[in-house]
């Protein structure tokens, strides 16, 4: 029988596996998770799985449904506008709280990710991509010491982590992530947040524009149904 540190390692893998799963899209918007299933492939007991689930559900990255298992979130253009423009106001105040706390430690890591997320883009690997994309804007978040700020974007980050592997398949898409993301680095190294801050609004106010422009490009209608769901789109 597993030990307490040694069950909890273990929870935390299959809880990862199972995010990492649903972001790649490996696991659809709107797929049934099924226990057993999901217990067979990892080769665990259902426990861990379930518990897994309920943490997923706190992620807002399944829904529980009562006598019906779980099931992988649909998001729909409505979400995706009310997400990306949280995220918007949420790391334009994080560039103002980091006025005063810009230091070359943090230039080097945010540098860092930049590098790695070009190595990614160089070999194809969009998955990785948007793993380093998620880094970048998490360690923007919590480089603000504003323990608040933190627990609101933690609420929404699972849902933008969905949105970001989906994104990342628009042509085009990944590199300008990048080339925007290198601009923020170049501006907070300056410790002209002003730009910064100005520069993170238009790459994620650009980022839902082009979202919304993929939907009405598919659809071919100048209205757009909010209620639509992404994956019919991306």
Do not use: W
Not at 17 to 43: F, H, P, T, V
Not at 87 to 115: H, M, P, V
Not at 136 to 153: G, M, N, W
């Amino acid at each position: 029988m597993l030990g307490g540190s040694n069950y909890h390692a273990l929870s935390e893998v299959i809880y990862q596996n199972i995010r990492e799963s649903i972001i790649n899209c490996r696991y659809k918007s709107g797929q049934r998770l099924l226990l057993k299933k999901i217990s067979d492939e990892m080769g665990v007991s259902i426990t861990p799985v379930r518990e897994s689930l309920k943490k997923l559900e706190k992620d807002g990255l399944v829904k529980l449904v009562p006598n019906n298992g779980a099931m992988v979130i649909d998001l729909g253009i409505r979400d995706v506008i009310e997400l990306y423009d949280l995220r918007r106001q949420l790391e334009c105040l994080a560039i103002e709280l980091l006025a005063d706390n810009i230091s070359k430690k943090l230039i080097d890591k945010l540098g860092d990710i930049c590098d790695k997320d070009e190595n990614c883009l160089r070999e194809d690997n969009l998955n990785l991509h948007v793993e380093y994309n998620n880094k970048f804007h998490e360690l923007l978040i919590k480089s603000a010491q504003s323990k608040r700020l933190v627990k609101f974007y933690n609420e929404i980050s699972g849902q933008l982590s969905i949105l970001a592997g989906k994104t990342a398949k628009i042509p085009g898409q990944a590199k300008k992530s990048l080339t925007e993301h290198i601009e923020i680095v170049k501006a907070l190294d300056k410790k002209n947040t002003e730009l910064a801050k100005k520069i993170i609004f238009n790459h994620i106010q650009g980022t839902k524009e082009d979202i919304l422009k993929k939907v009405k490009d598919v659809l071919k209608k100048r209205e757009i149904d909010l209620n639509i769901k992404i994956d019919k789109i991306i």
